[in-house]
């Protein structure tokens, strides 16, 4: 099956640092990506989908200034946290497609900022 | 906008027991539709999809059964095992562009 790489898989940052996380597709082209957001005990939350050399989509009251998207490959996803404070702290998850249907997600990234 | 949701948020079973999960939309234009498993600290990961042509789709000891009708999808595992344990999702899409929208989950435990 399709493999999606996602690192680091947690983090630990001081307020107002910037955190990058990174997802990889390993053994296929993602024509798009997807970032979530997951608190404790709920549902996946979509941030943005970001399709190769364009600008992300982000929904509705998700801060592009503060969380950046780059897709600058087929294979490669990331996004940054910027000047994150504790309220950002979360399970923040990619996923990957290629076909515009299946997903394929990564591990998360757990995101704790003191 | 319209969403998906869940009916039961927790679900507790005998090892060994067959276990369903539902799941109702409201999006009638859906036509595609999938079943995620996510285990505590792990990313979701695939189990089952269905289009809207079907009514039934049978995988390794689960099936997925859509009501078009009443807008109502079920994910059945056959004999339930501990490492079954999980928070299960649906998700759907429709006309081909995909932006999946998940419900909120039933979290499945599966007693020994």
């Known amino acids: 099956g399709a493999v999606v790489s996602q690192h680091p898989s947690w983090v630990i940052c001081k307020s107002g640092t910037s955190v990058k996380i990174e997802c990889r597709s390993l053994?296929?082209?993602?024509?798009?990506m997807f970032w979530y957001r997951q608190f404790p005990k709920q549902s996946l939350m979509l941030m943005a989908t970001s399709n190769e050399g364009s600008k992300a989509t982000y929904e509705q009251g998700v801060e592009k200034d503060k969380f950046l998207i780059n897709h600058a490959s087929l294979t490669l996803s990331t996004l940054t946290v910027t000047s994150a404070h504790p309220e950002d702290s979360s399970f923040y998850i990619c996923s990957a497609s290629w076909d515009h249907e299946k997903l394929f997600f990564g591990s998360g990234t757990q995101l704790s900022v003191l | 906008g319209e969403s998906v949701g869940l009916h039961l948020p927790t679900l507790s079973v005998q090892e060994g027991d067959n276990s369903i999960i539902n799941c109702a939309y409201s999006?009638?234009?859906?036509?595609?539709f999938i079943w995620y498993k996510q285990e505590s600290g792990k990313g979701p990961q695939f189990i089952i999809d269905i289009r809207s042509n079907m009514d039934k789709r049978q995988g390794q000891r689960v099936t997925v059964l859509l009501n078009k009708t009443v807008k109502h999808l079920s994910l059945q595992i056959a004999a339930t095992q501990p490492g079954d344990s999980a928070v299960y999702f649906c998700a759907e899409g429709a006309g081909g562009s995909y932006i999946p929208t998940f419900g909120r989950g039933t979290s499945l435990i599966v007693h020994p």
């Open positions: 053994d296929f082209q993602a024509t798009t």
């Open positions: 999006n009638s234009a859906s036509d595609y």
